[in-house]
């Protein structure tokens, strides 16, 4: 790719990385434009990610207040309260990813997520929205959707020690490589609407129990009328039930979700910082082969459980042909 | 005791720009304080191996994390904590690969249960006179220039040091590397460069036996590719300042790393770097990272890494006892980006936890004392300050309080050859290796050999029972179905190489090397051993000890 070449400074300070996905992927990362929603724990580890890496700019858009939570879960947050009064968490966020990389532009965007217009998102060229209720993120998505440019798409939520990544990256070609061989790959990704409109029993059978519990929780709270993770331990036997209906609707054995799961993630609505630290990790490095096309991508949601270890991708689209 | 360069700012959040130059220990902990205030961390900037570090320092933890870049640091608080009994996570990445692992005294294997990939050894001869792959290069440049260059000039090693005019001269014994009074440092370096690509080159292909086969070599003189003295070239030499670490590709204007330079060029920043090295404030050369094939870390796969160390910390400190080992791989394997194994219990035959003795083929009448503590007890033992006992008679010890006497008789016993000892070590000999500082002990069972295959067994010792990784060998265990395989062997990954995988091909798993670095700890290893001079990375790891958190960063991969 031709382009401008890297400055001196850019080159000094980005060396080792370059040398491990290249100066081209570099100055692409140097040009992008990403916005963020929702300045928790998870987004914060990857603003912090990105903004080392060296990406164009970056958005932040969140008017929530500083909260005692985000003061013990998020290391971007100034210990002094007096700092932090008048501010939004969006604001507060700013002020400390300015200092981490003074090459990224790091601003904020007041206003309410969902009023944003498509035209809004085509300034960016990815968009990761966290802690949002299931009709948002199928608003945001679709939004994304309609530009002619392709808008990268991610939704990324921690409960307990659990978290789930969605990736949408519509239409996208890459190189793969494996030792000496080079395949051109296309991938076509499905909506957010699309993927979990999936039917449950067209899906493969170890598909990750989390993915199944996570439906269950959105579908509940939007039910309910409730914000994200505004749910606690005397909602679990509606919650239950509720996993009965879905299961018996989707021909599912209820077994797929386990009780004690859902138990978890009804009661632990708060962020695990490692484990913010583990999703963060991998949602950047998402974000950076997007941005870069080094890499493959992964297709299309991601999961970690800190009780058994394991980062599992699955692919939940349509297994008709693909377009 | 690593201090802040620019080049660590991609991917350490706790470091500014402002911060460069300042100890890694006490600024991190300055920035934790800053959105953490009320926890204790006490930063340390100094060398894990110091003595002061010892068994009862490390009793005070609960868990100790490592975030270390190189074998031999791993190793000695390997045994520094199964000595005090406290758990140790260790860590490491490269590129987008990571691993992390837990280590409990009797419950789960230690550091050095498990082979380390068998250190690549090159033959002298390749790498003086028919090197042919980058690698020799390295090996060459490292362990061979940069040693007579920087390290201890008294040490032998197989660079030809002498010159063609010393031949006439009276004081034939002259080493080109002294640097006589009236020279300049350009022409100090122009004399090394014409010695080691020139005359050296011209030694080499007056042997036309070799050649016969070969390409041959064209020696090289610095008058032919840069006619002018460099001074009248370099006209932003001013350009450095003192707080910069002394750059030669700064002072010659060079800007972009990425760059392929020319012969030209090359031999301008090597006459450069060869002025600035000698002449700059900066004098810690065991700080200046060295060529190598280096796997960067990356700031994504260190927060990945620093988030799992947490999740094990803190089942250490819950006394939860499921720990588990986690790879971070970059291509799926079974859908797993993330992929927990459960840990393996101590290899009852190591050395180090289980305390089983070894056994060394060497020829006593022939291997001196000192051959013994550098290519075994040190390079291979990983001791730090060894004391040898044949019975109850000391052979050697190493330590700040000994007798003048005792010093001398050491130091003698070092040139005796094994059996002419004191106590004479022969073939049935049982020696006793200790190092106080580690509280580790080895008994090595002495076999005699006469003859040694110079190519294979270039250090004319053969230690067995030493956990040394097999050459690479094909394993094709299948892993039992869904879940983490309980067996490393079974999982499938690429070569760390070109970080690509061969789909459907099983291999080991290579271990995320160290730090940063992969040349830290396999490049130390693939040099010729025997010939090792110091391990240049020795001194810089941070000792970090943090209340609640640890050290991100850095990897070793080790193998398996």
Redesign the interface.
């Known amino acids: 790719m031709v382009g401008e070449e890297l400055t001196?400074q850019e080159?000094?300070?980005?060396?080792?990385?370059?040398?491990?996905?290249g100066?081209d992927a570099q100055r692409r990362l140097s040009k992008s434009h990403i916005l963020v929603y929702g300045m928790k724990g998870t987004i914060t580890?990857f603003c912090?990610?990105i903004v080392?890496?060296?990406v164009g700019s970056l958005t932040l858009v969140d008017d929530r207040a500083v909260t005692e939570e985000a003061l013990s879960a998020n290391?971007?947050?100034?210990?002094d309260e007096n700092v932090c009064s008048g501010k939004t968490l969006a604001e507060l966020c700013r002020d400390s990813l300015n200092?981490?990389?003074?090459m990224v532009r790091v601003s904020v965007e007041k206003g309410d997520l969902t009023s944003f217009g498509v035209e809004f998102f085509d300034k960016f060229d990815v968009v990761v929205i966290s802690f949002c209720s299931l009709a948002t993120k199928k608003m945001i998505n679709e939004r994304c959707r309609k530009l002619s440019k392709r808008v990268s798409f991610y939704t990324v939520d921690c409960r307990d020690?659990c978290g789930e990544i969605f990736v949408d990256l519509q239409k996208y070609n890459y190189a793969m490589?494996?030792?000496d061989e080079t395949t051109e790959c296309e991938l076509q990704y499905p909506s957010f609407q699309e993927a979990i409109s999936v039917p449950w029993r067209s899906l493969p059978r170890?598909v990750s129990k989390l993915y199944f519990a996570m439906r269950v929780i959105e579908r509940f709270e939007e039910a309910e009328g409730r914000k994200p993770g505004e749910i606690c331990i005397e909602d679990l036997p509606a919650v239950l039930k509720l996993k009965k209906e879905i299961c018996e609707a989707q021909s599912l054995n209820e077994s797929h979700i386990p009780n004690a799961l859902l138990e978890r993630l009804v009661t632990g609505t708060r962020e695990f910082?490692?484990?913010?630290?583990?999703i963060?990790?991998?949602l950047?490095?998402e974000v950076?082969k997007a941005i870069s096309g080094k890499?493959?991508p992964?297709k299309n949601f991601?999961f970690?459980d800190?009780v058994?270890?394991?980062?599992?991708?699955?692919d939940i689209s349509d297994p008709t042909p693909k377009g | 005791m690593d201090t802040i360069e620019v080049s660590n700012l991609n991917r350490q959040f706790l470091f500014r720009q402002s911060h460069v130059g300042q100890s890694k220990a006490k600024v991190a902990r300055d920035a934790v304080l800053r959105f953490r205030p009320h926890i204790s961390i006490t930063p340390y900037h100094a060398n894990v191996k110091d003595s002061n570090f010892n068994v009862n320092f490390f009793k005070q933890f609960n868990v100790v994390l490592n975030g270390l870049d190189n074998l031999d640091a791993r190793r000695h608080v390997n045994r520094l904590c199964l000595a005090a009994e406290v758990p140790l996570v260790e860590s490491g990445t490269t590129g987008f690969l990571g691993q992390v692992t837990v280590h409990v005294k009797g419950k789960t294997e230690c550091y050095e249960c498990q082979p380390k990939p068998a250190p690549k050894t090159y033959p002298v001869c390749t790498i003086t006179s028919t090197p042919s792959k980058f690698v020799h290069c390295i090996v060459w440049a490292k362990d061979l220039l940069f040693a007579k260059l920087f390290g201890d000039k008294n040490q032998e090693n197989d660079l030809n040091v002498r010159s063609n005019d010393s031949c006439s001269s009276s004081e034939n014994k002259n080493n080109v590397f002294e640097r006589s009074d009236d020279e300049d440092w350009e022409q100090y370096g122009r004399r090394i460069y014409d010695h080691v690509f020139g005359y050296n080159i011209e030694l080499a292909l007056s042997d036309e036996e070799t050649w016969k086969n070969r390409t041959k070599p064209r020696p090289m003189y610095s008058r032919d590719v840069l006619p002018d003295k460099m001074t009248q070239q370099n006209g932003n030499a001013d350009k450095t300042d003192d707080l910069s670490p002394a750059s030669a590709m700064a002072s010659l204007g060079l800007k972009n790393p990425q760059d392929i330079w020319c012969l030209m060029e090359n031999t301008r920043v090597f006459l450069e770097a060869l002025k600035l090295f000698f002449t700059s404030r900066k004098k810690e050369i065991g700080n200046l990272s060295i060529a190598g094939n280096i796997v960067h870390a990356v700031a994504t796969t260190n927060a990945i890494v620093a988030g799992l160390i947490v999740i094990e910390a803190i089942k250490v400190l819950k006394k939860d006892g499921c720990y588990r080992m986690t790879y971070c791989l970059e291509h799926p394997s079974k859908k797993m980006l993330l992929m927990p194994v459960e840990p393996f219990e101590p290899n009852k035959s190591c050395c180090v936890c289980s305390q089983t003795p070894l056994s060394l083929e060497i020829n006593t009448h022939r291997s001196k004392l000192r051959d013994f503590v550098e290519k075994i007890v040190k390079a291979k033992l990983g001791m730090n300050s060894p004391l040898i006992m044949c019975g109850l008679a000391l052979l050697y010890e190493v330590g700040d309080d000994l007798e003048k006497d005792m010093i001398e008789n050491y130091t003698a016993n070092l040139e005796k050859v094994l059996s002419e000892l004191p106590s004479p070590v022969t073939g049935g000999t049982m020696l006793t290796v200790e190092d106080l500082q580690q509280e580790f002990t080895c008994n090595i069972y002495i076999k005699h050999r006469e003859e040694f295959d110079e190519e294979k067994e270039p250090d004319e010792m053969v230690l067995s029972g030493w956990t040394q990784a097999p050459p690479e060998k094909k394993d094709d265990k299948t892993s039992n179905g869904n879940g983490a395989s309980t067996s490393k062997k079974d999982i499938e990954v690429k070569e760390i190489s070109d970080g690509t995988a061969s789909p459907g091909k099983k291999r080991k798993l290579p271990e995320f090397s160290e730090g940063c670095t992969l040349d830290q700890s396999n490049d130390a290893d693939e040099t010729m051993n025997h010939k090792k001079i110091q391990k240049l990375d020795d001194d810089d790891d941070d000792l970090v000890m943090l209340d609640h958190w640890g050290k991100d960063t850095s990897k070793k991969q080790r193998s398996q």
């Open positions: 001196e080159t000094a300070l980005y060396d080792r990385q370059i040398r491990v996905w100066a580890e912090k990610n080392l890496a060296g290391f971007l947050m100034p210990p200092e981490f990389n003074p020690c490589k494996r030792l170890k910082p490692p484990v913010c630290a583990i963060g990790g991998i950047g490095q950076i890499g493959d992964l991601f970690f800190s058994d270890g394991k980062g599992i991708i699955e």
